[in-house]
């Protein structure tokens, strides 16, 4: 129920909570020399961190400052959130994470787009946005079928260019529509 609460909204004080709160009751990283000092923010980090390793994403692949991304000094690759969302497809709470995000032309970030579109009510994704860092990383079924995992990250576009409407979402659509076979 949280996870819906906080992905489809995308609640950024939602994902502060859920990080102070993991380094509230997770056990200290091995990772940290000390844990004097450290408050539940940076324990919270390295949680997510010992999290993300153990999925096979590489440490230099992402830069984590706080729990909602919306800090200048977070970044993460394309790749990685690939990586990630592929793990998570097949993770015991697959189903409770798919349906946490917001679906296409239905609710959450995504109810206004993709209407009318093959994407509609197939794609589930998770939105992000900064002055000039647009992105959409998820799940949509192709129209052949085949189950396909996305990620679209576009920055430093100039100011009159809106991203999504120009490159997100037309290639979400592309997915979507995809009549071929990935491999």
Excluded: W
Aim: some cysteine; glycine content about 8%.
């Amino acid at each position: 129920l949280i996870a819906a609460q906080t992905l489809k909204p995308s609640q950024n004080l939602y994902t502060e909570l859920i990080l102070r709160t993991l380094g509230k009751v997770s056990p200290a990283p091995t990772t940290t020399p000390s844990n004097i000092g450290l408050t539940t923010e940076d324990l919270g980090l390295e949680t997510v961190k010992a999290f993300l390793k153990g999925v096979g994403i590489r440490p230099e692949s992402l830069v984590l400052n706080d729990g909602s991304g919306l800090s200048r000094n977070d970044m993460i690759t394309a790749d990685a959130s690939v990586q990630l969302l592929t793990f998570m497809s097949r993770h015991r709470y697959a189903d409770v994470f798919r349906a946490a995000l917001p679906i296409a032309g239905v609710d959450g970030t995504l109810r206004t787009r993709f209407r009318n579109t093959p994407a509609e009510n197939n794609l589930r994704a998770k939105t992000g946005s900064l002055s000039s860092a647009a992105s959409l990383s998820g799940y949509v079924t192709s129209a052949a079928g085949e189950k396909l995992v996305f990620s679209i990250m576009v920055n430093n576009y100039p100011r009159d260019v809106e991203p999504r409407l120009i490159c997100i979402d037309p290639i979400a659509v592309l997915l979507a529509s995809f009549t071929g076979k990935s491999e």
